[in-house]
Nanobody, 127 residues
Framework: QVQLVESGGGLVQAGGSLRLSCALSGRDFSATIMGWFRQAPGEEREFVAAINWSGSSSYYADSVKGRFTISRDNDKNTATLQMNGLKPEDTAIYFC????????????????????WGRGTQVTVSS
């Protein structure tokens, strides 16, 4: 059974940084594409970022490009989302996601394209 566990959310002032982590179990991490979605109150879930199996290719939503960085450690079975320059509009529940796969640009922006989801971690950015 695939399990994703997020950590690292919290409250931060605008302009600050947070680092989210996601631990995967129950699947070969090195053959898994990892990603992040978020959902703000009253809004639909939206894609944030994704990274391929080796970390050689990543893909970002325009809204976070240049501020967020996704990475992974295949020895520790973890994926990380470093968030800098946070804005109040980044406030949301952030979900770690996973799907089988290895190569190519991980341009999987629809939530139906992912088969495993974590429970989410709250990120709140105050103005």
């Amino acid at each position: 059974q695939v399990q994703l566990v997020e950590s690292g959310g919290g409250l931060v002032q605008a302009g600050g940084s947070l680092r989210l982590s996601c631990a995967l179990s129950g699947r070969d991490f090195s053959a898994t594409i990892m990603g992040w979605f978020r959902q703000a109150p009253g809004e639909e879930r939206e894609f944030v970022a994704a990274i391929n199996w080796s970390g050689s290719s990543s893909y970002y939503a325009d809204s976070v490009k240049g501020r967020f960085t996704i990475s992974r450690d295949n020895d520790k079975n973890t994926a990380t989302l470093q968030m800098n320059g946070l804005k109040p509009e980044d406030t949301a529940i952030y979900f770690c996601v996973a799907k089988p796969g290895i190569g190519g640009t991980p341009q999987y922006v629809r939530d139906q394209q992912w088969d495993s989801w974590g429970r989410g971690t709250q990120v709140t950015v105050s103005s």
